[in-house]
């Protein structure tokens, strides 16, 4: 079993930075895939960034792309998404997620394992 707290969410204004960090229980962190979605108002929950078990490769959703940073700290447990250039569209609840390695997509909601309970990131313009 897993557990994955959040943090670090908050409010800022269009141009700020935020990083999120989500710490996991367990000790075998290190074989997971990490992946961080976000929910945004009256919106389906949607892929943000996902990193390979061993941090090696990294796949962001074409609007983070270029801002946003994914990364990940198998002795702290811990994953982490670095927000730059944040736009108001950027406002929901952001989720990490964690799977063992699967031959499924990693932008594939169904096959996460474990999920946070959320943190709110709201840009204001």
């Known amino acids: 079993q897993v557990q994955l707290v959040e943090s670090g969410g908050g409010l800022v204004q269009a141009g700020g930075s935020l990083r999120l960090s989500c710490a996991a229980s367990g000790r075998t962190f290190s074989t997971y895939r990490m992946t961080w979605f976000r929910q945004a108002p009256g919106k389906e929950r949607e892929f943000v960034a996902s990193?390979?078990?061993?941090?090696?490769?990294?796949y962001y959703a074409g609007s983070v792309k270029g801002r946003f940073t994914i990364s990940r700290d198998n002795a702290k447990n811990t994953v982490y998404l670095q927000m730059n250039s944040l736009k108001p569209e950027d406002t929901a609840v952001y989720y990490c997620?964690?799977?063992?390695?699967?031959?499924?997509?990693?932008?594939?909601?169904?096959?996460?394992?474990?999920w946070g309970q959320g943190t709110q990131v709201t840009v204001s313009s």
């Open positions: 990193i390979r078990y061993s941090g090696g490769s990294t």
């Open positions: 997620a964690a799977r063992v390695p699967s031959s499924n997509y990693y932008w594939e909601q169904s096959s996460y394992d474990y």
